[in-house]
């Protein structure tokens, strides 16, 4: 359960930040996947105890699908 709250905490903290400069540029309130930064940030192993900074040089290097069409797995 430790994993699961840590890995939420820290691509939550990254998307959000994402989404509220999306939001104030384009007033697009489009959800991120957060998936995605589990799924394919080797850097920060899944944000399993990486940094911030991993996950924001992996968005800006490859971007972020919407959340819809790459959702969240419990």
């Known amino acids: 359960m430790k994993t699961h ?4 905490w820290k691509c939550r903290i990254v998307n959000s930040y994402i989404e509220a400069i999306n939001y104030k540029e384009n007033k697009d309130e489009t ?7 589990v799924d394919c940030d080797e850097e920060d192993h899944g944000c399993k105890g990486g940094f911030y900074y991993g996950a924001f040089n992996y ?3 490859k971007g972020l699908m919407k959340d819809k069409n790459y959702s ?3």
Do not use: C, D, G
């Open 5 to 8: 709250k840590l890995i939420y």
């Open 72 to 74: 969240y797995k419990t």
């Open 31 to 37: 959800l991120l996947s957060e998936q995605q930064l």
């Open 59 to 61: 968005i800006l290097q």
